[in-house]
């Protein structure tokens, strides 16, 4: 089994409470670097006919 990076995210209303989801999918854009904290604003789009085993979303990074 490879590891996986899993980050914790609060989206929508939940952002400023104590309520977390994992996340485990790329972000177009966004290099991730351990002990930080960011603040994103991504764009998310549907694709269609995604691979079996992948999002049939993709993130992209607008600004951090």
Do not use: C
């Not at 104590?18 to 960011?38: H, L, Q």
């Amino acid at each position: 089994m490879v590891p996986t990076l899993k980050l914790l995210v609060q989206e929508e209303n939940n952002i400023g409470t104590d309520i977390w989801t994992n996340f485990s999918t790329n972000i177009e854009g966004f290099i991730y670097e351990p002990g930080n904290i960011y603040n994103l604003l991504v764009k998310v789009r549907t694709i269609d006919n995604p691979p079996a085993d992948a999002s049939s979303l993709k993130y992209t990074l607008i600004r951090n």
